[in-house]
Nanobody, 123 residues
């Protein structure tokens, strides 16, 4: 069982930065693939990035590639999403997710979810 708690959201102007954090409970954090998803009002949940459990390999959605960076600190049971050059279309609730198997972009394949943190980018 893994519990996830996101933080770090807020209001920022276009071009600004935010750093989202996700704190995970449990002793086996390093065995989970971790990911960030986002959901804007009236839209489906969208994959943002994942980071692998063993080799730390990362993958970012094309829409955020070069602007967002996912990272993890297994010693602290933390996952981060550094978001730079933010755009109004990045406005969404951002969710942290964990999966005990291989990497995937599919939201339904993740086992555990946080409650989400709101990020709002003004133009």
């Amino acid at each position: 069982q893994v519990q996830l708690v996101e933080s770090g959201g807020g209001l920022v102007q276009a071009g600004g930065s935010l750093r989202l954090s996700c704190a995970a409970s449990g002793r086996t954090f390093s065995s989970y693939v971790m990911a960030w998803f986002r959901q804007a009002p009236g839209k489906e949940r969208e994959f943002v990035a994942f980071i692998n459990r063993s080799d730390g390999r990362t993958y970012h959605a094309d829409s955020v590639k070069g602007r967002f960076t996912i990272s993890r600190d297994n010693a602290k049971n933390m996952v981060y999403l550094q978001m730079n050059s933010l755009k109004p279309e990045d406005t969404a609730v951002y969710y942290c997710a964990a999966r005990g198997r291989g990497t995937t972009l599919v939201a339904g394949a993740y086992d555990y979810w946080g409650q989400g943190t709101q990020a709002t980018v003004s133009s």
